[in-house]
């Protein structure tokens, strides 16, 4: 009868840590994933924006403006028409590296991008269409969030938990001694 309670005792401890173990589990996966969601909403949302637009305006200046810009303010209408491209992909993509990079430089990243296009793109469209000179000075401003964007996405990247992971085990050395204890607990644990 002993023997019984023991066994089930046993059971049930094991049971019940394998249970408290996978709920802490799936805690931590639905932050990651809720915190995930939320960098992929805002930004997939601004990104398809952002390139949907892009086409729009692509197609407004190929067919719409032709007639009615010089060429030279057509080639800056397509310059902003094409950074805001880009970066509207970009934005498409930065969710996926949410799992590489903190969701605080994603969103420091997503921020610069956004700003950049409004700015930069917003600029030229302005510029071109107006032939209003003081926007212009405006289009720097707007290219430094760009490459201030990749320039954090960059740090980002090399400042990540893979990143620093993968360094780690790239650095460490293994003496001889250490491969040969390790030798020794892995035949030990099959006798």
């Not at 932050?31 to 997939?44: F, G, P, Q």
């Not at 302005?126 to 201030?148: E, N, Q, R, S």
Request: net charge positive.
């Amino acid at each position: 009868m002993k023997s019984d309670t023991k066994s089930y005792t046993k059971s049930h401890t094991k049971s019940h840590t394998k249970k408290e173990t996978k709920s802490q589990t799936d805690t931590v996966n639905e932050n990651t994933c809720e915190d995930t969601k939320s960098i992929a909403k805002v930004y997939l949302v601004i990104g398809a924006l952002a390139a949907g637009l892009a086409v729009v305006l692509g197609a407004f200046a190929a067919h719409g403006l032709k007639a009615v810009l010089s060429a030279q303010q057509l080639a800056t209408f397509e310059i902003g028409v094409r950074y805001q491209m880009y970066h509207g992909l970009a934005l498409l993509c930065l969710p996926a590296l949410s799992t590489v990079i903190a969701s605080k430089w994603a969103n420091r990243v997503g921020f610069c991008f956004t700003v950049g296009c409004v700015l930069f793109s917003g600029s030229l469209y302005a510029l071109a269409i107006t032939g209003i000179k003081w926007f212009g000075p405006i289009t720097p401003l707007g290219g430094t969030f760009f490459i201030v964007g990749w320039m954090l996405l960059t740090v980002a990247l090399v400042r990540s938990k893979a990143s620093k992971n993968a360094q780690e085990n790239l650095g460490q050395t293994v003496s001889p001694e250490q491969i040969a204890d390790s030798e020794q607990q892995n035949v030990s644990q099959f006798k």
